[in-house]
């Protein structure tokens, strides 16, 4: 371990080099997770450095998070600053920049006046407040007993979050999980099936992230906005990948100009500090009373400060119009390696997917990485890609030649 501060960079982590983190990473992490393929000291755009001094384009960013890229000054000044300025007060207090990102929240996602924001620290933690609100949501007779998700979605790790994901290997181990959740396919048949006046909630990822970046079909969401208006459910919207300008809108559910009765943010919002927010709309702002939640860290003058950066970052920059421009850059780039191995070419903005013909999609992300580009394999035939929003002709110029090295040697 390092003596601790005053000591330069390379002393620190001298006794990681050459792999030598990962028999430490293996005694000390919780087994939950594979060990990692490398060890990163630094960042900067869409740059990272790994303990060897090995350069990569980091064309993941922390699975959609880092949408500023690494260690941008807008977001490390708003950051520094808070953090010497108030970093924590507790819920017994407000703060500036909680009442700052709310109001934020409430005009990008079009919430507007009747819009109302929980703030908490991830992902998963926004779609259990969902799942809370859902429960909230009582019929003409009474309980509504139906929360409607969809197959293949995902919506989080923890006992709730899990029990709306849609992926039987992660759910197995944990049952029983919270009850009432039925998965339904994604297709307005099954919608137009499963919608009754019992459904308290339809929970919709509105391009499946984790599944390998899947579009929805064709006018799901808006048939899902009808139906869940006619029979009184809340429509929620889980943007936690898709949200915060990676589509190319603010939202994803804005491609289909429809407006939920709640929608779930994270990873993208504070572009790597901690953070999760459920925005509602309309009558289900009213429905949570006083005490029915809360969380101790959630909504800090820190990451709500964190928040207003990127958000401001990202208008002032346009770097939604980005997203949108360099997404369809992207996909040319993609298509036009006219490799056998390249099948659809899926997403919105800088969220793309590609399905792969044949062959082992780690195959190729861990090639990638050996030519110093990080993509990632959510599963066995897709790559995922969700560079930082900041990425422009000299990233995508990299991104050509380093993937074209990789597809060629796998
Ligand atoms: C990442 C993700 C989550 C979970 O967020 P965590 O911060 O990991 O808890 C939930 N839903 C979607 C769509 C996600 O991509």
Do not use: C
């Not at 109302?116 to 779609?127: D, H, I, K, M, T």
């Not at 007779?141 to 992660?170: E, I």
């Not at 390249?342 to 969220?351: E, K």
């Not at 793309?352 to 861990?366: F, K, N, P, V």
């Amino acid at each position: 371990m390092s003596e601790g501060l005053g000591e330069n960079a390379d002393t620190d982590t001298a006794q990681w080099r050459d792999g030598g983190w990962k028999a430490s990473y293996g005694n000390v992490m919780m087994r939950t997770l594979a060990t990692p393929k490398l060890m990163l000291v630094r960042g900067e755009g869409a740059r990272v450095w790994d303990v060897d001094g090995n350069e990569y384009l980091d064309f993941l960013a922390g699975i959609a998070v880092n949408s500023l890229g690494h260690a941008h000054p807008a977001l490390v000044d708003a950051v520094s600053r808070q953090i010497g300025t108030l970093a924590h007060v507790s819920n017994y207090f407000s703060t500036p920049p909680q009442i700052e990102l709310a109001d934020r929240l409430r005009a990008i996602t079009g919430a507007g006046e009747r819009g109302r924001v929980l703030f908490g620290n991830s992902g998963a933690e926004a779609n259990e407040a969902a799942f809370k609100l859902a429960r909230l949501n009582r019929g003409p007779h009474g309980r509504r007993t139906r929360v409607l998700a969809l197959h293949n979605a995902f919506h989080g790790r923890t006992m709730g979050s899990l029990a709306l994901t849609g992926k039987p290997p992660m759910r197995e181990a944990f049952e029983p999980l919270p009850g009432g959740v039925e998965h339904i396919d994604s297709t307005i048949a099954a919608l137009e099936a499963a919608i009754d006046d019992r459904v308290a909630a339809l929970f919709v990822e509105p391009i499946k992230g984790e599944a390998g970046v899947l579009d929805l079909p064709h006018g799901f969401l808006r048939r899902a906005r009808e139906l869940t208006e006619q029979h009184g459910a809340l429509l929620i919207v889980d943007e936690i990948q898709t949200g915060v300008g990676r589509t190319g809108q603010w939202f994803a559910y804005q491609h289909s100009g429809i407006l939920p009765d709640a929608v779930t943010v994270a990873k993208g919002m504070a572009g790597g500090v901690p953070i999760g927010a459920l925005v509602t709309f309309g009558w289900a702002s009213e429905l949570f009373s006083q005490g029915q939640h809360g969380s101790t860290f959630g909504g800090n003058p820190l990451a709500t400060a964190a928040g207003n950066a990127v958000l401001a970052e990202i208008e002032r920059a346009d770097l939604i119009g980005n997203a949108a421009r360099r997404g369809q850059e992207l996909k040319q780039i993609i298509r036009s390696f006219d490799s056998p191995l390249v099948g659809d070419v899926r997403g919105h903005g800088l969220l793309i997917g590609i399905g792969l013909t044949e062959g082992d999609a780690h195959r190729l992300s861990d090639a990638a990485l050996r030519y110093g580009l990080i993509i990632n394999a959510p599963n066995e035939s897709s790559i995922r890609l969700a560079p930082p929003l900041i990425v422009g002709d000299s990233e995508l110029a990299e991104f050509r030649e380093r993937f074209g090295r990789a597809l060629g040697s796998v």
